[in-house]
């Protein structure tokens, strides 16, 4: 069976910082991560052919620039764009846009950032790419934590609700083998 890889990107100078969105450079942490991923993607699959996505940020292409397989980059694949909260922190967010933050907490899923997305948006923007994963063999997805928690509760059929709460944590891959009923999970995290 044919199985699909997940990965957020090597920790990010913004994610050391705090802050949301942007399109910074892998951290020191970030680059051991992608440093390791060929190593560990290997050992799993072995010969067999894989295609890695990436999306258009530099953190992405950056943690798979180790890798020797065939690359694509998806503008679809970028991550939720935060609007005029984009490069700040979310205690700068409180302050900035106290109202905005009391919302978003409240309907986390449909709250759209001003000038940005939604999860809600988002989903149907990863439209086209999980028509695309539907149809292809083993996939690596470097990506962004609101986007895969978009394509995780997909493969896992969880509701809307839970959605913008799913735990995918740096430097760690996870492997999805859909069968007949859901998909088997296994998850590997990376000491770094
Ligand atoms: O902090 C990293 C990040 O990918 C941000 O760029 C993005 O806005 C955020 O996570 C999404 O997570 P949440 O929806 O929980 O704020």
């Not at 067999?48 to 890798?67: D, F, K």
């Not at 923007?125 to 999980?130: C, K, T, Y």
Request: proline fraction near 6%.
């Amino acid at each position: 069976p044919r199985s699909i890889f997940f990965s957020r990107h090597g920790e990010s100078q913004y994610n050391v910082e705090g802050k949301l969105g942007g399109d910074s450079l892998l951290s020191p942490r970030g680059m051991e991560y992608s440093k390791a991923l060929p190593a560990l993607i290997k050992e799993n699959i072995g010969d067999q052919p894989l295609t890695v996505w990436t999306s258009t940020l530099r953190r992405t292409i950056q943690t798979g620039e180790n890798l020797q397989y065939t690359k694509l980059t998806w503008k679809s694949l970028d991550e939720l764009d935060a609007g005029v909260c984009d490069g700040m922190t979310y205690e700068e967010i409180e302050h900035a846009y106290p109202d905005d933050f009391a919302n978003r907490d409240e309907d986390k899923f449909n709250y759209r950032y001003r000038g940005g997305e939604s999860y809600r948006d988002v989903v149907l923007r990863l439209e086209p790419v999980i028509m695309e994963l539907e149809r292809q063999e083993n996939i690596l997805i470097i990506g962004h934590q609101a986007i895969l928690r978009c394509l995780y509760a997909y493969f896992h059929y969880l509701p809307q609700e839970d959605l913008p709460y799913i735990k995918i944590p740096l430097h760690t891959v996870i492997k999805l083998t859909p069968r007949a009923y859901g998909c088997e999970e296994e998850r590997y995290p990376l000491p770094i």
